[in-house]
């Protein structure tokens, strides 16, 4: 089955600082999908971005599909922005099957 | 208005026991998913459900027993408690073909079989 890696494994951040997430997929992907874990385990969609460059407020994120990778961009970090990221993604449109990366810890310290 | 919404929040029980957890959205999705989040944070699909019918059954044991009366419910249902399944069961919902296929999560329910 398809792998989907993230990169790093954990990162701390002064606040404002800024912070570039990365997912790389082993195989061509259909859908891919961001989500913030909350500390209290609370799941929030970011981003659906199959490919392209989206942004919200201090987030953004970037898929090229043809190189099998999305970024995620966390500018002027806040001490909220503390939790997991993931990335999800499917393999083929239909199959309704979201396969979750490995996660980002991410803690931001006043 | 929660879009998602799961019962309990929290379920403490002992092995071999039969629990349910219940989940429901208010988006007007056609399709609804449970997932299993481990100790360690890795989050794997159990089941999808497109309009009531089963899609994914992703290799879960038999005991586990998902139903959806109606597009709107998923419920999951567990028989005989192993302690392997202690995690965070999340429900999830997600609207086909609208050019926005954003899954929205449930809070989840902390499971912990004793």
């Known amino acids: 089955g398809i792998q989907v890696e993230q990169s790093p494994p954990d990162l701390i951040l002064q606040e404002g600082a800024n912070s570039t997430l990365r997912c790389n997929f082993s195989d061509s992907v259909n859908n891919l999908q961001w989500f913030h874990q909350n500390p209290w385990g609370q799941l929030i969609n970011l981003f659906y971005i199959p490919s392209g460059t989206k942004q919200n407020g201090r987030l953004s994120a970037t898929t090229v599909a043809t190189e099998r990778y999305s970024l995620l961009y966390i500018s002027s970090s806040q001490t909220t922005d503390s939790g997991v990221y993931f990335c999800a993604v499917e393999r083929t449109s239909g199959t309704y099957k979201y396969i979750f990366g490995t996660g980002t810890r991410l803690k931001v310290l006043a | ?114």
């Not at chain 2, 089941?47 to 709107?72: C, H, M, Q, W």
């Open chain 2, 1 to 114: 208005d929660t879009a998602v919404s799961q019962t309990p929040k929290y379920l403490v029980t002992q092995m071999g026991n039969d629990k349910s957890i219940k989940c429901e959205q208010n988006l007007g999705h056609d399709t609804m998913y449970w997932y299993k989040q481990d100790s360690k944070k890795f989050l794997k699909i159990m089941f999808s459900y497109n309009n009531k019918e089963l899609i994914i059954n992703e290799t879960v044991p038999n005991r586990f027993s998902p139903k959806s009366p109606d597009k709107a419910h998923l419920n999951l249902h567990i028989n005989s408690l192993e302690l392997g399944d202690s995690a965070v069961y999340f429900c999830a919902s997600s609207q086909r073909g609208q050019g926005s296929e954003k899954l929205f999560f449930g809070s989840g329910t902390q499971l912990s079989v004793l």
